[in-house]
Nanobody, 114 residues
């Protein structure tokens, strides 16, 4: 069982920036971020493999950047040019390479005011 702990959420004005961090209790192949807005499903924001392959949701391409520090089992999400529609709870996700299981953090709230 891998534990994930997010940090870095908060309130920001539209056009501003935030940086989220997530620390895993152990090494994990793919790490990423999902977002859940009120009343909506949880959607992929971005993911990154241990080799650095990245994947982004269409709504954040060009504005968000995901990165990771494998030595520290940490993934980061740099969010720039934030929009009110980016508001939601951001969940850290971890997936092993060969085991069909998802690990989730408890989430961190991001609120973007207009």
């Amino acid at each position: 069982q891998v534990q994930l702990a997010e940090s870095g959420g908060g309130l920001v004005q539209a056009g501003g920036s935030l940086r989220l961090s997530c620390v895993a209790s152990g090494s994990i192949f793919t790490m990423g971020w999902y977002r859940q807005a009120p009343g909506k499903q949880r959607d992929l924001v971005a993911s990154i493999s241990s080799s650095g392959t990245t994947n982004y949701g269409d709504s954040v391409k060009g504005r968000f950047t995901i990165s990771r520090d494998n030595a520290k089992n940490t993934v980061f999400l740099q969010m720039n040019s934030l929009k009110p529609e980016d508001t939601g709870v951001y969940y850290c996700n971890g997936r092993p390479q060969w085991i069909p299981v998802n690990y989730w953090g408890k989430g961190t709230l991001v609120t973007v005011s207009s």
